[in-house]
């Protein structure tokens, strides 16, 4: 039998998620896969920011955190404002002011990348900057994000209103807060919005191609100013998104809420094979199944090593990542 | 008058000019060559005309037009399609999805077209699903004139085509090149390959260090001994 190197990663994988389901506690597996969908949010942002203008985004944590605060105060100050408290639907703490605000959400943040790629990346790519020097900015961009934030809404920690709400119990003593699953489920509607959104959509497909091929695309007429700013627009709300969601389901949200999980985002990325959209939902998957597994034996506060060790192994058996091509 | 009227182009990256006072006519319908040595700046004046360059001084006219410093996207909206020597597909994406960006870009009917295209290259229908980065050499430029040749463009430029191809399939590229050319479509090609090239061009031009050399109908430039000395090889 011959096994390709990588292919040890998934062997590895599975057993160790056979044992855990069967000695282990199937809840944090489930809960962690719940959790993936919710990095794969930024991880996907991250890969394609990283496809088309090839550098890292250091910001897309912050954004997430940014995102989760805008949500906050559209459903706290402004719904609030209006009237338009709606109480918990079914079994989950939210109700429908939060499943609203998380579009408007999106399109605010949205909006905010794509000016902050006029006012910053884009004069730095019209100069020819390398790209770490962008990447470098960005961890800027990450800061200033952050300071604002800290500024608007201050460094204690900030609630969505929320009702408790009874765990779902499921064989095994499996038990999971509806709410991850419900949160999920969006999660993962949203990545396929954006695998279809770039297989049959024409800008979808422009993005691809840039990816691809720079200077062909250019050459064959495509007008990349355009596929970035849909690289941005895809990337600012699925990282919006992704922080309410984060935020919803910790509870809690803080100015550091974000930049806590920018490095098991990262770690996906990387995982997956950068640039590669699927790479990077399969690739946030394992790191959160993984992170949360790991707290049946580890203190929480190792999560980020776990997710940090997967990745160097990761980068030591096959550099381009599980879905990476090598050249 | 010219369907493309290149006048004394200056252009480089940089600081470092390449181009010095580079002049090309291409008439309508004709093949036009561009041959000479290594790194006398044939891809580059090419990529000057497509846009992807700036000209530091000149001018360049299409179909009496302006075009000069013009972005790519005006170049392919004006009709002008630009084979690059490499990487001239999109490895990741399949074959019927290198055909059909033309399509999106110029808002065309692409199922039409396709089938129109297909029929001038029949090897591709049957690997449209596929990857175009698992093709063959030959059948990558197959597919790179195919994803040029679906938009119906009046001009078609080409680097190299032949480049890193066995010699039977650079002839079959040279035959499919004629006959491009036959069915009404102006081009202008560089090739290594000059004896080949010349023997099928209306005009050549010989370009050196950047510079206009000789310039002569494809006959004329194959039996000049000053290009058969240069240019051509020594021996046959
Ligand atoms: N991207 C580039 N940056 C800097 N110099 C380049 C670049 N591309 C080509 N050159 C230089 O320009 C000169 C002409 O190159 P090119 O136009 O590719 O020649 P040819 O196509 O005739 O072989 C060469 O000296 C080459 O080194
Ligand atoms: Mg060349």
Redesign the pocket.
């Known amino acids: 039998m011959n096994i390709k190197n990588y292919d040890y990663f998934w062997v590895i994988f599975i057993i160790a998620l056979s044992a855990l389901i069967i000695f282990g506690q199937p809840s944090l597996i489930i809960n962690g896969l719940l959790l993936g969908f919710i990095y794969s949010l930024g991880a996907i942002g991250l890969t394609l920011v990283f496809g088309i203008l090839r550098f890292g985004n250091f910001a897309q944590g912050d954004l997430m955190t940014l995102g989760g605060y805008i949500s906050l105060t559209i459903v706290t100050v402004i719904f609030a404002g209006i009237g338009f408290t709606g109480s918990a639907l079914g079994p989950f703490t939210f109700g429908l002011p939060i499943v609203l605000a998380i579009p408007l959400t999106m399109l605010l943040t949205s909006i905010i990348v794509v000016i902050l790629d006029q006012l910053i990346y884009k004069r730095l790519r019209t100069r020819q900057a390398s790209t770490m020097l962008i990447s470098i900015a960005s961890l800027g961009v990450a800061i200033m994000i952050r300071g604002l934030v800290q500024f608007l809404w201050g460094n204690e920690p900030e609630y969505f209103p929320r009702e408790s709400k009874q765990f779902y119990m499921l064989p095994l003593d499996i038990r999971i807060p509806p709410d991850n699953v419900i949160l999920g489920l969006m999660a993962v509607l949203m990545t396929l919005g954006v695998y279809l959104f770039l297989k049959y959509n024409k800008y979808g497909k422009f993005m691809r191609a840039t990816a691809n091929n720079p200077n062909l695309s250019l050459s064959t007429g495509i007008n990349t100013s355009i596929v970035i700013m849909w690289t941005w627009i895809i990337s600012g709300s699925l990282a919006a998104a992704g922080g309410t969601m984060l935020a919803v389901s910790q509870a809690q949200i803080l100015p550091m809420t974000g930049w806590k999980i920018l490095l098991p985002i990262f770690a996906s990325v990387i995982l997956g094979g950068i640039g590669k959209p699927i790479g990077a939902l399969v690739g946030a998957i394992i790191i959160g199944i993984s992170m949360e597994a790991s707290t049946a034996w580890l203190n929480p506060t190792y999560k980020p090593a776990v997710a940090f060790t997967i990745m160097i192994a990761m980068l030591l058996v096959k550099p381009n990542g599980l879905f990476g091509e090598k050249d | 008058m010219a369907l493309l009227d290149v006048q004394n182009i200056n252009a480089?990256?940089?600081e470092?000019e390449?181009?010095h006072s580079v002049s090309i006519q291409v008439n309508e319908g004709n093949l036009v060559a561009?041959i000479?040595?290594?790194?006398?700046?044939?891809?580059?004046?090419?990529?000057v005309i497509v846009g992807l360059?700036e000209a530091k001084k000149g001018n360049i006219e299409f179909m009496a037009d302006s075009i000069t410093n013009s972005s790519p996207q005006k170049i392919v909206e004006l009709g002008i399609s630009y084979v690059p020597?490499a990487e001239n597909v999109f490895t990741n994406m399949t074959i019927k999805e290198n055909l059909e960006i033309p399509s999106l870009v110029l808002k065309f009917n692409f199922k039409k077209r396709l089938e129109e295209i297909l029929e001038l290259f029949p090897i591709l229908d049957t690997k449209m699903n596929t990857k175009a980065g698992t093709l063959s050499g030959g059948q990558r430029q197959t597919l790179a004139f195919a994803k040029a040749l679906i938009s119906k463009p009046s001009l078609m430029i080409l680097?190299?085509p032949s480049a890193g191809l066995s010699p039977i399939m650079a002839d079959s590229t040279f035959e499919t090149i004629e006959s491009i050319n036959k069915s009404g479509v102006t081009i202008l090609i560089?090739e290594q390959n000059a004896k080949k090239i010349l023997s099928i061009a209306d005009r050549g031009y010989v370009?050196a260090t950047?510079e206009n050399k000789i310039d002569d109908t494809g006959l004329n430039l194959l039996t000049n001994p000053d290009v058969g000395m240069l240019y051509l090889g020594g021996s046959n």
């Open positions: 480089g990256y940089g470092t390449i181009l561009i000479g040595p290594n790194g006398s700046g044939k891809s580059t004046l090419l990529k360059l020597q680097d190299e560089v370009l950047g």
